[in-house]
Nanobody, 123 residues
Framework: QVQLVESGGGLVQAGGSLRLSCAASGRMFSMYGKGWFRQAPGKEREFVAAIGWNGGVVAYGESVKGRFTISRDNAKNTVALQMNSLKPEDTAVYYC????????????????WGQGTQVTVSS
């Protein structure tokens, strides 16, 4: 069983930065694919970023390319999302996800999810 806990959300002005972190418990987490998704009120869950088990392959949603960076530390069982040049449209609840066989943009492929952390970007 894998449990995921996100942290690092908060309120920031447009143009600012935040760093989200997702801590995992459970065996073999270092071998899991990881992803970040977000969901704004009244909108569908949106893919943000994903990273393969060794960090060698990453993918980003079009709306965050060039601004967000996903990374992982397998020794610490964490995955991070560095968010720069934040915009009001980045406001959402951000979720960490993990799966033993998949990483990518399809949220329905992930077996494990965190509870989410709120990010609010003011204009």
């Amino acid at each position: 069983q894998v449990q995921l806990v996100e942290s690092g959300g908060g309120l920031v002005q447009a143009g600012g930065s935040l760093r989200l972190s997702c801590a995992a418990s459970g065996r073999m987490f270092s071998m899991y694919g990881k992803g970040w998704f977000r969901q704004a009120p009244g909108k569908e869950r949106e893919f943000v970023a994903a990273i393969g088990w060794n960090g060698g392959v990453v993918a980003y949603g079009e709306s965050v390319k060039g601004r967000f960076t996903i990374s992982r530390d397998n020794a610490k069982n964490t995955v991070a999302l560095q968010m720069n040049s934040l915009k009001p449209e980045d406001t959402a609840v951000y979720y960490c996800a993990a799966d033993s066989r998949y990483f990518g943009s399809r949220s329905d492929e992930y077996d494990y999810w965190g509870q989410g952390t709120q990010v609010t970007v003011s204009s």
